[in-house]
């Protein structure tokens, strides 16, 4: 299972999917890892910093969706204070 | 009609409830944000996040220690609640560092902010963060 967590003011928005199933076709699985996609592109386009985030392994920034990821976190754009 | 002692009784504790108000919000407030949706679920990330350990120093030190991924002797002490980044080499404060996202996260959200954006790229951490050296 993935799963895409976008900080926001209401804490975290997540959305799952199912990797194995999406390769094979499942209609709902390919759906929400599509949907998933677009979020991160939108969010993305706003200005967050996607991270994959894994158990045991040094955190990643990543450019692009990674539907393998187990997590990835979203955050939104920083400024210096 | 209310007799003049009993009136001032009353208006001392109003006077003493308008007066202690604001240092019983201090003291609770932290406890009434927890039991906020939002900040509940910043705090399920944060512990999907961190180890159980990094958890416990949180909550007793009140911050959380970043290593430096690039350099040995450094460590950022990230506050649980919102405030400065701490830069400490050799056991020594050197610097305080601000960085804040455009958008309101709950503090949980920010600590988790701090410790991924550290860990993946420093570098670029330090590059968008205002610095305050700290002058002895």
């Given at each position: 299972?993935?799963?895409?967590?976008?900080?926001?003011?209401?804490?975290?928005?997540?959305?799952?999917?199912?990797?194995?199933?999406?390769?094979?076709?499942?209609?709902?699985?390919?759906?929400?890892?599509?949907?998933?996609?677009?979020?991160?592109?939108?969010?993305?386009?706003?200005?967050?910093?996607a991270?994959?985030?894994?158990?045991?392994?040094?955190?990643?920034?990543?450019?692009?969706?990674?539907?393998?990821?187990?997590?990835?976190?979203?955050?939104?754009?920083?400024v210096?204070? | 009609?209310?007799?003049?002692?009993?009136?001032?009784?009353?208006?001392?504790w109003?006077?003493?409830?308008?007066?202690?108000?604001?240092?019983?919000?201090?003291i609770?407030?932290?406890?009434?944000?927890?039991?906020?949706?939002?900040?509940?679920?910043?705090?399920?990330?944060?512990?999907?996040?961190?180890?159980?350990?990094?958890?416990?120093?949180?909550?007793?030190?009140?911050?959380?220690?970043v290593?430096?991924?690039?350099?040995?002797?450094?460590?950022y002490?990230?506050?649980?609640?919102?405030?400065?980044?701490?830069?400490?080499?050799?056991?020594?404060?050197?610097?305080?560092l601000?960085?804040?996202?455009v958008?309101?996260?709950?503090?949980?959200?920010?600590?988790?902010?701090?410790?991924?954006?550290?860990?993946?790229?420093?570098?670029?951490?330090?590059?968008?963060?205002?610095?305050?050296?700290?002058?002895?």
């Amino acid at each position: 299972m993935g799963m895409l967590r976008i900080m926001s003011r209401r804490g975290d928005d997540r959305l799952s999917w199912d990797g194995q199933k999406a390769l094979t076709g499942d209609a709902e699985a390919v759906a929400a890892v599509r949907e998933a996609e677009r979020i991160f592109a939108q969010e993305r386009a706003k200005g967050a910093t996607a991270f994959r985030v894994a158990p045991g392994k040094p955190v990643e920034r990543i450019e692009h969706f990674d539907a393998t990821a187990e997590q990835i976190v979203m955050v939104p754009r920083v400024v210096g204070g | 009609m209310i007799p003049l002692p009993q009136l001032l009784t009353a208006l001392g504790w109003i006077v003493i409830a308008l007066a202690i108000s604001p240092m019983l919000w201090l003291i609770f407030q932290p406890y009434l944000k927890g039991w906020s949706r939002s900040e509940r679920r910043a705090a399920d990330l944060l512990r999907a996040i961190l180890t159980p350990e990094q958890v416990r120093q949180l909550i007793w030190q009140g911050y959380l220690e970043v290593p430096s991924p690039t350099e040995p002797r450094r460590v950022y002490r990230v506050p649980r609640v919102k405030g400065y980044v701490q830069v400490v080499e050799n056991g020594r404060a050197i610097m305080r560092l601000c960085l804040q996202p455009v958008e309101s996260l709950p503090d949980a959200d920010v600590v988790v902010l701090h410790k991924l954006m550290i860990e993946a790229n420093e570098e670029n951490y330090l590059q968008k963060a205002n610095k305050y050296l700290c002058v002895e």
